[in-house]
């Protein structure tokens, strides 16, 4: 698929799921992007803070590499997710990750039309040679579950544990151990 433009994307699931909020008066409250290329592991993201100057920011940013070659249903579930974070976020004012209230909002969008499915989590396939050798594993201790990473990720918690004891919150209780990967 070639790269769609996001903003007419992103007002049109604006109307549709969430009644105008995310755009009050046209002037969206979060800058919608696609990546530069080096977002490869994730579909998307919804980020919030400052820029070296101190300046504010709120973006939502696409993965190019990834949603690229995949069908259109896939940039619009993502598109969608990231805009619940953007919600919950900007309007709601919550801080939670995949908690009650994005379930909630994802529950009823799904149930409003047919076009796309947001979910939490999507698996969509890395494209070739972009893994790159996994030099770590990060396992729960509380569930077992493990996953290669290529590097070591500081505060990273296990997403199940935190959904399934805290409500969608992280919790210094479900931090990931690293161990260096078998060569």
Sequence with gaps: MPLEP???LFHRLDREHFD????PAGRP???VRWSDG???R?????????DTAGQSFCEIVLSRPLLEP???EALLSTLCHEM???WVDRVLQEREVHGPRFRARMAAINAAQSEFVVSVRHRYPLPAGQAGPCRWIARCPRCGISAPYRRRVRGLACRACCERHHGGLWDASCLLEFVAAAA
């Design 6 to 8: 996001l903003l007419p």
């Design 20 to 23: 105008g909020c995310l755009a």
């Design 29 to 31: 409250l979060v800058a």
């Design 38 to 40: 080096r977002l490869r």
């Design 42 to 50: 994730s579909a998307g993201l919804y980020r919030r803070g400052r």
């Design 70 to 72: 995949l069908p259109r």
């Design 84 to 86: 619940i974070h953007a």
